[in-house]
């Protein structure tokens, strides 16, 4: 053992943000080497072992923040409460942090963000410690595909700032996307940029095991969620004139650093490729669903988004799985697909999405809608990836008949991606982060 670390990771496993996926991947791999305990506020549900997980409550006020959310007065908390709901989880964190120092004394203090708040916690353990700081932000508080608008102008400078501050107090500092991490480094000075490193999201190989499809229909899969539903509903959004005024306040002050369109972190425009598709092969009707596993969102919003874009017939969308189940559903597919919303002006984007890395250590094809920048960027040399912009159907649909002809024809298309698995592992990732904490605890002490 090398010695003790103390993690700082208030969304942990079992969640299933890709945050909380990301630290217990990489901690269970760390734990071979170090000694690791962690704070979260994610409740237990089994054994941590190796790892020692401790859970600190938060004094989030959620009686009135319930109360604040019946009465729709959801821009109350955007305007009051920052950086994020999180920040009530800070100073219980702090005072359970500073008992754990003085009772094991570790090497270092490791923050994994989102949420951002966490990042706080870490900051002041390590000043009061005089501890290394490792922060893990994954993607930055300024990406704008992310964070692509702001309660206020007010609001963004404060991001900014903070995410600066986090950049100084830390010893080293993590991203998951190469554009992001090249925006932020911009802005600093030449020894605050030699502490930025990239460490990209995994997956485990042993995991993900290939195997025949689930059906001899045509299943197209999308695991996680999508945000776009409102959007697909809101032709249909009332005329009342007290409706419009809410609306019309809701989006008072609010600062937009970029437009994305919302309408492409749905299945709308695979939904209406397919359905071209089976009007050109009536003979495929019933054969070609597009199946979404993990919506979070309520179940009437989506079925009227559903209606109101029209395919419903083609599209099914079920309940969150846990993230072992991940993996089976999408080795038993016969097309992966993802999305990222479209940015309106066409920019290239710092975003990749964390289900990137899971699609590729399967051997299905993977349609990729996504905008130009970094997640266009590491896929566009990947065997067996198809790359269209997020809206636009019209590539869509070749790409479903090419593989829907071939599945039907008995010789269902795979590609061998062998050589991208040790790449792509969280042995791999875990080294990788393993460097960093090592290069920290040095900078921390020749400072």
């Not at 305007?79 to 009772?103: K, M």
């Not at 999308?222 to 019309?248: D, E, F, T």
């Not at 397919?274 to 596993?293: F, N, S």
Request: proline share 6%; charged share 25%.
């Amino acid at each position: 053992m090398n010695g003790r670390l103390l993690c700082v990771a208030q969304s942990f496993a079992p969640e299933t943000t890709p945050t909380a996926i990301r630290s217990s991947k990489l901690l269970a791999k760390l734990s071979a080497h170090w000694q690791i305990t962690v704070l979260t506020e994610a409740p237990r549900t089994g054994s941590d072992e190796p790892l020692q997980v401790q859970v600190v409550p938060s004094r989030r006020p959620r009686r009135a923040f319930s109360l604040l959310r019946k009465l729709r007065l959801n821009k109350l908390l955007e305007l009051l409460v920052w950086p994020d709901e999180s920040i009530f989880w800070v100073l219980p964190a702090l005072r359970a942090g500073r008992r754990l120092v003085r009772e094991q004394r570790p090497e270092a203090i490791v923050v994994f963000m989102m949420p951002y708040s966490a990042g706080l916690a870490g900051v002041l353990l390590a000043r009061r410690t005089g501890l290394p700081l490792i922060l893990n932000l994954d993607d930055s508080l300024t990406c704008t595909d992310m964070h692509p608008q702001f309660p206020s102008r007010l609001h963004y400078r404060l991001a900014k700032a903070l995410e600066d501050f986090y950049m100084r107090r830390a010893d080293a500092v993590v991203y998951v996307s190469q554009t992001n991490l090249d925006a932020v480094a911009a802005r600093q000075d030449e020894r605050t940029r030699e502490k930025m490193q990239l460490v990209r999201y995994g997956a485990d190989p042993a995991d993900f095991q290939q195997r025949p499809s689930r059906s001899e229909d045509f299943e197209i899969a999308y695991v996680g969620a999508m945000s776009g539903w409102w959007s697909l509903i809101g032709g249909q959004a009332s005329k009342h004139p007290l409706k419009r005024l809410y609306a019309a306040w809701t989006q008072l002050g609010r600062y937009e650093l970029m437009e994305l369109d919302p309408r492409t972190s749905s299945p709308a425009y695979a939904g209406r490729a397919i359905l071209e598709l089976l009007d050109e092969h009536p003979d495929w009707a019933g054969r070609v669903k597009l199946m979404l596993y993990g919506n979070p969102y309520d179940k009437a919003v989506v079925a009227r988004a559903l209606q109101s874009a029209g395919v419903q017939d083609v599209v099914t969308v079920l309940d969150p799985v846990p993230h072992a189940e991940v993996a089976r559903l999408i080795c038993g597919a016969d097309l992966l697909f993802i999305t990222l919303p479209r940015r309106v002006d066409g920019s290239a984007g710092g975003r990749i999405s964390a289900k990137t890395y899971e699609y590729l250590m399967t051997d299905r094809p993977i349609l990729a809608a996504v905008p130009r920048g970094e997640n266009w960027n590491y896929l566009q040399d990947k065997p067996g990836v198809w790359l269209v912009d997020p809206d636009d159907s019209a590539a869509m649909k070749p790409v479903i008949e090419e593989l829907v002809t071939a599945k039907l024809a008995g010789t269902p298309r795979v590609f061998d991606r062998e050589r991208l698995r040790e790449e792509l592992s969280y042995d791999t990732r875990a080294r990788e982060f393993e460097q960093v904490i090592r290069a920290g605890i040095a900078r921390h002490g020749s400072a």
